[in-house]
């Protein structure tokens, strides 16, 4: 068994995943999953996590497997947005994603969220991340006007988080249809996973042991 486990999902297919930075892959982490990991695991990279099916990964779980010296990386999804509430006390942020749960750009957890299919993770909805994302670019190429581009975004957030897809989207935005229909659209998510495996892959230097923050304890005992 590695020494470096990734939980992983719908956000990128495994086999990729492993062609870039062998570990053990398990998938999205929920409540409880950190504890059960054996002693010599060094490096854990959260991605993909339950939402809404479990209970989700709690910061204070985080943050108590930082303390055992285990260098913990969060991208993407979950691992963004606990990344967010934690890399001050040693959590590796890595990505777009991470950097706009830091920073406030967005704050809710359902700008990630999404519906997949169970046994194969194939995705069945569009993170809104995602979207933004999309939007973005549309708006760079001239095929929308900022004003189309705020339009379309507060009616996909409007949206169910399952019912958010690429034919409603294209039904908002009739110009985005060629966008969307291109071989690779565009995918944050996915972007920042690839960006997080590569790192944890170059950086072998943070397998080393790390410090205990204090102010870590000071956090667990006031949550």
């Not at 010599?40 to 779980?61: C, M, N, R, W, Y």
């Not at 979207?131 to 189309?148: C, G, K, M, P, V």
């Not at 997080?196 to 410090?211: F, G, S, T, Y």
Request: net charge negative; aromatic share 8%.
């Amino acid at each position: 068994m590695h020494d470096t486990v990734i939980y992983l999902g719908p956000t990128l297919g495994r086999a990729e995943a492993s062609r870039i930075l062998e570990a053990d892959y398990l998938p999205p982490i929920s409540r409880g999953d950190l504890g059960r990991l054996p002693e010599h695991v060094k490096v854990i990279g959260i991605i993909d996590g339950e939402f809404f099916q479990t209970l989700a990964v709690s910061p204070k779980e985080i943050i108590r497997t930082l303390d055992r010296g285990v260098r913990v990386f969060g991208a993407s999804s979950m691992g963004a947005l606990r990344a967010s509430e934690t890399y001050r006390y040693g959590t590796v942020g890595v990505g777009r994603v991470f950097a706009m749960f830091r920073d406030g750009v967005v704050d809710e957890d359902d700008e990630v969220a999404l519906v997949y299919e169970a046994e194969t993770f194939h995705p069945l909805s569009v993170p809104l991340v995602n979207i933004r994302h999309i939007l973005e670019i549309a708006f760079s190429q001239d095929l929308i006007d900022r004003e189309e581009m705020r339009h379309v975004l507060h009616r996909m957030k409007a949206l169910y988080f399952p019912e958010r897809t690429y034919a409603q989207l294209k039904h908002f935005c009739p110009p985005l249809a060629e966008l969307l229909g291109s071989e690779t659209i565009p995918d944050l998510k996915r972007d920042d996973t690839i960006e997080m495996l590569q790192a944890i892959k170059m950086q072998q230097v943070l397998r080393d042991p790390i410090e205990l923050q204090p102010n870590r304890q000071r956090w667990i005992e006031s949550h």
